[in-house]
């Protein structure tokens, strides 16, 4: 059998942001587009390839994979015209095991991936159990910490160095 390799962290991260910034930029500025849901898959999936590159626990890696399982799949229901009130508990169900990997992971990071990741995960694990009291919209800034946790794990390549280094 043939393997294939896995992308660097850097790659990965890069190919997430791209997905993620239109998406961000919708979220926070426009009402729910359709095109908001492919974009948002293709996120997803670009993140796959960024679990297994980051130091984390079994368990972590594996909540990383089963937010990513779930987001995907919302956005499937999404796109096939599913209620919002049916996919929206569900994605933020997903939103528990994000925020539980992306701690996991900014632990073995540098001291900048550990504060903006532990900020990023903790929103997005808050905001499931408090999102019946607050607006969608409230979730904006974890959507920003996530960017920039991606953006810091780019310039990184996923490493604990503070500065870029060599592909």
């Known amino acids: 059998m043939i393997e294939m390799p896995t992308p660097s962290a850097r790659t990965s991260a890069i190919s997430a942001i791209a997905m993620f910034v239109p998406v961000t930029f919708a979220i926070i500025l426009l009402p729910r587009t359709w095109w908001t849901e492919y974009l948002g898959i293709l996120f997803h999936l670009a993140l796959f ?36 009130e049916v996919t929206m508990p569900i ?18 990071g540098s001291a900048a ?11 997005l694990f808050s905001f499931s159990f408090v999102s019946p009291f607050l607006p969608y919209k409230a979730l904006a800034p974890a959507t920003l910490m996530v960017l920039l946790w991606l953006a810091i794990i780019a310039l990184q390549n996923g490493s604990k160095r503070t500065g870029p280094h060599p592909v």
């Open 49 to 84: 390839l960024l679990v297994p590159r980051l130091s984390a626990p079994d368990w972590a890696k594996a909540a990383g994979y089963g937010w990513l399982l779930l987001d995907v799949t919302v956005g499937i229901m999404a796109l096939n015209q599913v209620p919002q």
């Open 91 to 108: 994605r933020l169900g997903g939103h528990v095991f994000a925020g539980l990997w992306i701690v996991s992971a900014s632990f073995a």
């Open 113 to 123: 991936m550990k504060l903006v990741g532990v900020i990023a995960g903790v929103w």
